[in-house]
């Protein structure tokens, strides 16, 4: 069974920047499209960014389009969340998913319903 584990959370000040990471264990994650989602305390989880399994398709949330970068290196290697000009309203818990791709769906982050596999989650704070 696939799993998923997160790192690089924190606590940093407005401003700041972390990088979060998304790797597995056992398995290769190169079929398989990654997504990034948060959930603030009180608040639905919300799609934040997605990568196809070849880098070619990038999608970002529009709340944190030209903050975040996401980006993956070959099958073994972890898939990043670099953030940059961390806001308050960024605090959550970061999960990160795998889907396997369809010709319709390279990747996506408006459901996350065609996510195969989810990790336990990084709490991300941003605070001064």
């Known amino acids: 069974q696939l799993q998923l584990v997160e790192s690089g959370g924190g606590l940093v000040q407005p401003g700041g920047s972390l990088r979060l990471s998304c790797t597995t264990p056992?398995?290769?994650?190169?079929?398989?499209?990654i997504g990034w989602f948060r959930q603030a305390p009180g608040k639905e989880r919300e799609g934040v960014a997605c990568i196809s399994t070849d880098s070619a398709t990038i999608r970002f949330a529009d709340s944190v389009k030209d903050r975040f970068v996401i980006s993956r290196g070959n099958a073994k290697e972890p898939i990043f969340l670099q953030m940059h000009n961390l806001k308050p309203e960024d605090t959550a818990i970061y999960y990160c998913?795998?889907?396997?791709?369809?010709?319709?769906?390279?990747?996506?982050?408006?459901?996350?319903?065609?996510?195969?596999?989810w990790g336990q989650g990084t709490q991300v704070t941003v605070s001064s």
């Open positions: 056992k398995y290769s994650l190169g079929n398989y499209a």
């Open positions: 998913a795998a889907m396997l791709p369809t010709p319709a769906v390279a990747c996506t982050f408006l459901s996350g319903r065609q996510y195969v596999a």
